[in-house]
């Protein structure tokens, strides 16, 4: 009798550290949750203060008397403050959507040679292309500058492209490789019987397969090449050839700060990287795992 009424209390016991592991693991990403989404709270409502009440001390939680002034302000074509935040805007834009596109069309071809084809050296050059990463960015700084400026590319957006493209590829390189290796290469074998040419069984069969894992390289180059400062503010100089995180330093003055202002652009500046991994986020992250898991 004691041995059935143990053996029935052991999966109790089970069930209880499981539900306490779930508990933990929810309360972890609730807490998670409120680490990374107040920020966010604490600079929208500051984007809606007036100057005054943004220096206040202690800190105004809630805004008495909210207002849009620094959104209208920013949005406003006519005044000197909105004309350089959207010709900023409109430089982000330009530099990370043309690093997109450029960083997918030489990662695609790439991380299908790596996948499918053996060649000498093919390990050692893959591993090669991702040995850049071990580095800090800073280190490649005057290097890039020296060489960017042989070129006659400094302050020119053409130079930031290059760079991020140097930066970028690696990572998309990589992450494109695990996906061509998850896909069958039977498919391809197929088509090939079929009457298929090479080109055209990859153009026909793997690249519509392939579409989560080229998405989830998009957003990755997009957001890296739209956040980038470093580069950036060595490379431009120039007012009209400035990206959004070097042109906000414009709130910044040596009296004061207009932190209204500041937060609005910084709120602004987030929005289409949000709204761009809201909308594609199943494709990032069914790449990221179909690209680590090998069948």
């Known amino acids: 009798m004691s041995t059935t009424s143990e053996t029935l209390a052991a999966p109790r016991r089970g069930r ?30 500051t984007s809606i203060k007036s100057g005054f009440a943004a220096m206040q001390f202690p800190p105004q939680w809630w805004p008495e008397e909210p207002t849009l002034a620094s959104y209208a302000k920013l949005l406003d074509p006519q005044n000197s403050v909105g004309a350089d935040f959207l ?15 450029l960083a997918v069309i030489v990662a695609v071809p790439a991380a299908y ?11 050692f050059l893959f591993f090669a292309v991702l040995l850049r990463n071990m580095f800090p960015a800073v280190i490649f700084l005057v290097p890039l ?29 990589w992450l494109l490789k ?8 039977q498919l391809e074998q197929a088509a090939r019987i079929d009457g298929a040419t090479r080109f055209q069984a990859f153009l026909l069969i793997v690249m519509p397969l392939s579409v989560p894992g080229i998405i989830a390289t998009a957003i990755y180059s997009f957001i890296a090449a739209w ?28 009296n004061t700060t207009d932190f209204p202002g500041l937060m609005a652009a910084s709120f602004l500046m987030s929005v289409p990287v949000v709204l761009l991994f809201l909308v594609l986020q199943r494709y990032f992250v069914r790449a990221l795992t179909e690209g680590a898991v090998k069948h």
């Open 16 to 45: 209880k550290r499981i539900d306490g592991w779930r508990w933990a693991g929810r309360i972890f990403l609730v807490l998670m949750l409120v680490y990374t989404a107040a920020p966010m709270a604490w600079m929208l409502l």
């Open 87 to 101: 010709r900023f805007f409109w430089n982000s834009l330009f530099v990370s959507t043309m690093t997109t596109i």
């Open 113 to 123: 040679a790596f996948s499918r084809f053996s060649f000498p050296g093919r390990k």
């Open 145 to 173: 500058f020296i060489l960017m400026r042989v070129l006659g590319l400094v302050n020119t957006h053409g130079s930031l492209i290059l760079t991020y493209l140097t930066f970028g590829l690696p990572l998309a390189i």
């Open 178 to 185: 695990g996906f061509y290796d998850n896909i069958p290469v």
């Open 227 to 254: 956040n980038e400062y470093i580069y950036a503010y060595t490379f431009l100089s120039k007012n009209d050839q400035l990206t959004l995180p070097v042109g906000i330093q414009r709130f910044f003055s040596e």
